[in-house]
Nanobody, 129 residues
Framework: QVQLVESGGGLVQPGGSLRLSCAASGFSLDRYAIGWFRQDPGKEREGVACISIRDDSSYYADSAKGRFTISRDNSKNTVYLQMNSLKPEDTGVYYC??????????????????????WGKGTLVTISS
């Protein structure tokens, strides 16, 4: 069964850290670009960080630069998002997605491109004191 499964969300105080995981099954990530996206209630889903397994390029939204790091573990077929110095505005449901054709700039761009190959179901991140 082809799927992406996110994990690692939770409630963290401002200034804290979280590491999200996106585990792929049923397909290999090594031919895909993988992205992390955040969605707040009533708002559009937006790209946070994207990485291409094909050429190891990465792209970060301005809000994520300097605080978030996207990485991969090919042996585990998993992509991670390390989030540090978290702020209340980082709160949202975080989804990962995979696509064989998009560049990281396109994948994380605005507006979000339609037709991603695979989406996970999301993990909730809440930053609050």
């Amino acid at each position: 069964q082809v799927q992406l499964v996110e994990s690692g969300g939770g409630l963290v105080q401002p200034g804290g850290s979280l590491r999200l995981s996106c585990a792929a099954s049923g397909f290999s990530l090594d031919r895909y670009a993988i992205g992390w996206f955040r969605q707040d209630p009533g708002k559009e889903r937006e790209g946070v960080a994207c990485i291409s397994i094909r050429d190891d390029s990465s792209y970060y939204a301005d809000s994520a630069k300097g605080r978030f790091t996207i990485s991969r573990d090919n042996s585990k077929n998993t992509v991670y998002l390390q989030m540090n110095s978290l702020k209340p505005e980082d709160t949202g449901v975080y989804y990962c997605a995979a696509d064989q054709l998009f560049t990281v700039q396109a994948m994380c761009g605005i507006p979000l491109p339609p037709g991603m190959d695979y989406w996970g179901k999301g993990t909730l991140v809440t930053i609050s004191s």
